[in-house]
């Protein structure tokens, strides 16, 4: 955790520590939630990402109060909340669904929180009001919630959620339901959300695309456990774990042999017998044979007088307007891709079926802890 | 084009003859078997009342409407209200509207705890809340005798446990009727608040109390609203057949505590008085429709609500 950027100091708003979560029992009995520790900051744009069932919406629940950790505690602020119903907690949740009352105005919708906190009616008028223009909503207050479009139905969620001016706003995969235009564009009104009111918040999604561009840091999630924390930085080019190189976005997996060791980083050999420098994870020191990972983007197409570290057959090339795609089969049989950016007369494409040598940065490789 | 409009003109004729026709079986027997009798009784309450029951027929009266509210008094003949038929108006009416209440309290929670089982045990709930239907209600009402009568169960219990030393007088009392009455509607009750509260969205419930919402501002401000037809249709299938109930007051209340049910066969039965026994069977029918309009307006209402 937090391996390669020092911890900046700073409250954390939330604290889990060592929850877990077994629903059911006996022979039924389901572990959503192996023992899991992990530390949110205040202010923090901080998102948990992985498939579905991997625990992330049940960790989000644990953390609004609608399930109740089997051991464990969580620390808002250092109080231990765990025990505390949803209504005691000063933590908001954005649902997948919105989840907007049907019987009520936008409005009321928005004032409800409020309005159960016992707040003045003048205050309540005023605070709705405030969100509704901080969600560009001004217009709709006096609409039913069936009669906006998704989208401003995700606008009139966020503002109910954020009235009462929680401690933690927690949001479930709350982009899934808009198309894909609508969610860029929310994309964006949730990071300035964020930056304008100075909430911390908790965001789920399977979506690495989205976790990549809005979150500070991201928790990635897989059967139940948390397997790397990190910015988006450290997730994408410094993956400890197969599964995080794998889910978040395009990777070469390659076996390689450690051949020596200094300062966290390593010198391994490839299947080519070349030797290149390699990034270890966080107090690990491996020994014989590793599997490292090599980003398409950061390795390159040998020209005629480089010495590539690998070699292989150029079996596909695509095209994708931006860049090109070549899908090499190296000499030891494994696949490799490498991926070039596209520029106007930027040369001679490698022809399909002819040998290719590939180069590998200084820092581009990975070694992984599995 | 012209022809080929008429075709299909012609059709759409076709097609409304044929509807009426394979409707007209249904249409006739709602005419004669519910319709018709209701002239019938309008006719009959504006009679004059026959010596041995029946009516005079033809022969105009508003003796039977007058006697709904108002008595001839035996030695100066003058028009007082009708003491004993007030009480009894009151009384359906009274007893009706606990019925509904007490029947809302019970049905309520006995719903939301259906709606919030697993699907395939809610089939089960639901098939035990109907098995009651499956037995007269005459044998129930007598079922229920045998509960609260003086040698029944109720007080062998009570005075065993020495609560109490001679029995409670519920038999042939207001309370034994809306004993029966609740326990023979409740399921009427129980019902259409499931079917609404199955509907219910629990995300909802959920935002509830993540917006700061106790467990009781949760029911007051979004479980009740949102099940509100439900409750005004179980409401409804409540107190209409209490106003009218027959069996359970016959039974349950004995002779002297009678419902509006009672007193309509009394008219017809032994008092032989149809004119009569038809103006109130007339007005048991306005209020039972004064409480359908009240139904409509709001669901009406709660349903534009919904958008």
């Not at chain 2, 009342?49 to 009266?61: A, C, I, L, Q, R």
């Not at chain 2, 959920?206 to 106790?214: F, I, M, T, V």
């Amino acid at each position: 955790m937090g391996c390669c950027v020092p911890e900046t100091p700073g409250k954390n708003a939330i604290e889990v520590r060592e929850v877990r979560k077994v629903f059911g029992a006996g022979e039924a009995q389901v572990v959503a939630l192996e023992t899991v520790s992990v530390s949110i900051r205040e202010n923090e744009f901080f998102t948990l990402l992985g498939p579905s069932g991997c625990g992330k919406t049940t960790l989000l629940r644990l953390i609004a109060g609608f399930d109740f950790p089997t051991a464990g505690q969580i620390m808002l602020y250092g109080e231990d909340i765990a025990p505390l119903p949803p209504f005691k907690r000063p933590v908001n949740t954005v649902f997948q669904s919105y989840a907007l009352f049907p019987h009520m105005s936008v409005a009321q919708n928005i004032g409800f929180g409020l309005e159960m906190l016992g707040k003045p009616k003048s205050e309540i008028k005023a605070r709705v009001a405030e969100m509704l223009k901080l969600v560009r909503m001004e217009a709709l207050a006096n609409r039913r919630t069936s009669q906006i479009s998704g989208g401003q139905q995700q606008r009139v969620a966020l503002a109910r959620a954020l009235a009462p001016q929680p401690k933690v706003l927690l949001l479930d995969e709350p982009l899934s339901a808009l198309d894909y235009k609508l969610r860029k564009e929310m994309q964006i009104e949730l990071k300035r959300l964020q930056s304008e009111t100075g909430i911390t918040f908790i965001f789920v999604t399977h979506d690495q695309e989205e976790a990549l561009t809005m979150s500070d840091r991201i928790a990635v999630m897989s059967s139940g456990k948390i397997l790397q924390v990190g910015t988006p930085h450290d997730i994408y080019d410094r993956p400890a774990e197969r599964f995080v190189a794998d889910f978040i976005g395009e990777t070469n997996f390659l076996k390689a042999e450690v051949v020596g060791q200094t300062n966290g980083r390593a010198t391994v050999k490839l299947s080519s017998g070349v030797e290149i420098p390699a990034s270890l994870p966080a107090g690990f020191s491996p020994a014989g044979k590793v599997t490292i990972v090599i980003r398409p983007e950061h390795a390159h197409l040998a020209g005629a007088n480089d010495k590539a570290s690998l070699s292989g057959v150029v079996e596909n090339v695509v095209y994708l307007g931006t860049d090109t795609h070549f899908h090499l089969r190296l000499d030891d049989g494994d696949a490799f891709i490498v991926r070039q950016q596209n520029s106007r007369g930027g040369g001679d494409l490698v022809a399909q079926g002819s040998r290719a040598g590939i180069l590998i940065g200084s820092d581009a490789a990975q070694v992984l802890k599995d | 084009m012209a022809s080929a409009e008429e075709t299909a003109r012609a059709a759409d004729r076709k097609d409304i003859r044929e509807r009426w026709l394979l409707s007209a079986p249904a249409l006739a027997i709602i005419f004669v078997a519910a319709i018709g009798p209701l002239f019938v009784m309008l006719a009959y309450s504006f009679m004059m009342k026959g010596d041995y029951g029946d009516v005079k027929p033809w022969t105009f009266s508003l003796d039977g409407w007058t006697s709904v509210l108002f008595q001839r008094d035996i030695f100066d003949d003058t028009l007082g209200l009708a003491d004993a038929h007030l009480t009894i108006l009151w009384r359906s009416i009274r007893l009706s509207f606990y019925t509904t209440l007490l029947t809302l309290i019970f049905g309520f929670p006995t719903a939301y705890f259906i709606s919030t089982r697993a699907p395939t045990t809610r089939e089960i709930w639901v098939f035990l809340v109907t098995i009651p239907f499956w037995t007269n209600l005459l044998i129930r009402t007598f079922a229920m005798q045998q509960v609260i009568r003086n040698e029944g169960l109720v007080n062998t219990a009570l005075i065993w446990l020495g609560v109490i030393e001679r029995p409670l007088q519920i038999m042939n009392t207001d309370v034994a009727i809306l004993l029966g009455m609740v326990y023979v509607y409740l399921p009427l009750m129980v019902l259409p608040l499931y079917a609404s509260m199955e509907k219910l969205d629990f995300r909802l419930v959920e935002a509830g109390y993540d917006l700061y919402a106790s467990r009781w501002q949760v029911l007051r401000r979004i479980i009740f609203p949102l099940v509100k037809p439900g409750v005004i249709a179980g409401s409804i299938l409540v107190f209409i057949p209490s106003l009218g109930a027959y069996v359970i007051p016959r039974v349950l209340g004995g002779g002297k505590n009678m419902m509006l049910g009672n007193l309509i066969e009394l008219q017809f039965g032994s008092g032989r008085n149809w004119p009569l026994g038809a103006a109130i069977s007339i007005t048991l029918m306005v209020l039972v429709m004064i409480a359908l309009l009240f139904y409509v307006r709001n669901v009406s209402k709660s349903e534009t609500g919904h958008g």
